[in-house]
């Protein structure tokens, strides 16, 4: 799980079993984008390597997923 000062109360990161990253947002009373679509409050969407994530109003961080 991904934790940040920033992120609290906007979404966190979670891999399942197969080691899939899912964007779970936290009922934020802002938003949260992947590649400028808007993420619905409450929902999660799975995470693709490259995607373009914006927490808020602003914070940007762009998912890799590595191989292990």
Same mark, same amino acid.
């Given at each position: 799980?991904?934790?940040?000062? !920033?992120?609290?109360? &906007? *979404? =966190? =990161?979670? %891999?399942?079993? +197969? @080691?899939?990253?899912?964007? /779970?947002?936290?009922?934020?009373? $802002? #938003? ?9 409050? @409450?929902?999660? =969407?799975?995470? $693709? &390597? ?5 927490? @808020? /109003?602003?914070? %940007? !961080?762009? %998912? #890799? +997923?590595? *191989? %292990?």
């Amino acid at each position: 799980v991904l934790a940040s000062k !920033h992120l609290q109360g &906007h *979404a =966190i =990161i979670e %891999f399942d079993d +197969r @080691g899939n990253a899912y964007l /779970k947002d936290l009922n934020s009373l $802002n #938003y949260n984008l992947v590649n400028g679509k808007k993420l619905p409050s @409450g929902s999660q =969407i799975m995470l $693709n &390597h490259g995607d373009l994530i914006i927490f @808020g /109003k602003g914070l %940007f !961080h762009q %998912f #890799y +997923r590595m *191989a %292990f």
